[in-house]
């Protein structure tokens, strides 16, 4: 059974920073690479976004509005993916979640780590 557990929430003072890690476990060799693997997030009371996404080649893409402050990264060889969030404003407490496309074209996805920038 394919699991993503992410860890780095919790609360952050206006201003901070966060690191946020998914890794990929459990899996076959049917869905690894997991290409692309990324971050969405769920802000309350409103739909699931994108954040950034990253293939293993290392191509990103990012949520226009989130350009600058925050970086996506991974480390192929142990199915993790990182999300560097700077600048944390309070519009940017959310519920984030991992995603990740096996090989075999499913989408996976963790259970969610809570991020509240608050003073």
């Known amino acids: 059974q394919v699991q993503l557990v992410e860890s780095g929430g919790g609360l952050v003072q206006p201003g901070g920073s966060l690191r946020l890690s998914c890794t990929a476990s459990?899996?076959?060799?049917?869905?690894?690479?997991?290409?692309?693997m990324g971050w969405y997030r769920q802000c309350l009371g409103l739909e699931r976004e994108l954040v950034a996404q990253?293939?293993?080649?290392?191509?990103?893409n990012y949520a226009e509005s989130l350009k600058g402050r925050f970086t996506i990264s991974r480390e192929n060889a142990n199915n993790t993916v990182y999300l560097q969030m700077n600048g944390l404003k309070p519009d940017d407490t959310a519920v984030y979640s991992c995603?990740?496309?096996?090989?075999?074209?499913?989408?996976?996805w963790g259970k969610g780590t809570l991020v509240t920038v608050s003073s």
């Open positions: 995603w990740a496309r096996g090989m075999n074209g499913r989408d996976y």
């Open positions: 459990g899996a076959s060799g049917i869905i690894f690479p997991m290409n692309p």
């Open positions: 990253i293939t293993s080649g290392g191509r990103t």
